[in-house]
Antibody
Framework: QLQLQESGPGLVKPSETLSLTCTVS??????????WGWIRQPPGKGLQWIGR???????FYSASLNSRLTISVDTSKSQFSLNLRSVTAADTALYFC??????????WGQGTLVRVSS | SFELTQPPSVSVSPGQTARITCSAD??????AHWYQQKPGQAPVLVIN???ERPSGIPERVSGSSSGTTVTLTISGVHAEDEADYYC??????????FGGGTKLTVL
């Protein structure tokens, strides 16, 4: 059973970069069948898709975040990462990493709360 | 891109059938998926590719799709089914879209 765990700072200052890492266990991040990605949930609100990356290296990003966003994979560490630049208070949310192989997001991390504040 | 619209809330009594709809403003040509999220927990995929149940999801949970509307049906609702439910689909460019979510209340 694939397991995912997010890590990163819980507080980021406005205009800085939000960086999160998701560590994968119970399966190989090198498996070409899987894709890896991020979804966030502002407090009290619904799910917002951020983006995902496939084994081929192809990335798919939310149009609203595309200009500030990078998702990458480090196979040597069994991790994938999110970098969101120039954050504002609107980026405050619970950030989930996820994975899937055929359709929807089948595996999720427990989520990590990131607050943007000075 | 496109939008997925869900009713904000659905209420049913235990043992009844709950139907949660998800309407798109364009014809869906990609699969739809459904997630259940309980307070303080990560979402769980309960229906994949319109109607497939992942391992561990009970048979009383089902999904269907017709044109611009997909429907999640929970038969014989239990108290434990009370949760937020989200639909999700994608466009031809691979962009994912989520519905706004439906709070299912078991009376």
């Amino acid at each position: 059973q694939l397991q995912l765990q997010e890590s990163g700072p819980g507080l980021v200052k406005p205009s800085e970069t939000l960086s999160l890492t998701c560590t994968v266990s119970g399966g190989s991040i090198r498996n070409p069948s899987y894709f890896w990605g991020w979804i966030r949930q502002p407090p009290g609100k619904g799910l917002q898709w951020i983006g995902r990356i496939h084994h081929s290296g192809s990335t798919f990003y939310s149009a609203s975040l595309n200009s500030r966003l990078t998702i990458s994979v480090d196979t040597s560490k069994s991790q994938f990462s999110l970098n969101l630049r120039s954050v504002t208070a609107a980026d405050t949310a619970l950030y989930f990493c996820f994975s899937g192989f055929d359709g929807g997001a089948a595996y999720w991390g427990q989520g990590t709360l990131v607050r943007v504040s000075s | 891109s496109f939008e997925l619209t869900q009713p904000p809330s659905v209420s049913v009594s235990p043992g009844q059938t709950a139907r949660i709809t998800c309407s798109a403003d364009v014809l869906l040509n990609q699969y739809a998926h459904w997630y259940q999220q309980k307070p303080g927990q990560a979402p769980v995929l309960v229906i994949n590719k319109d109607s497939e149940r992942p391992s561990g999801i009970p048979e009383r949970v089902s999904g269907s799709s017709s044109g611009t509307t997909v429907t999640l049906t929970i038969s014989g609702v239990h108290a434990e089914d009370e949760a937020d439910y989200y639909c999700h689909s994608s466009d031809s460019n691979g962009t994912w879209v989520f519905g706004g979510g439906t709070k299912l209340t078991v009376l």
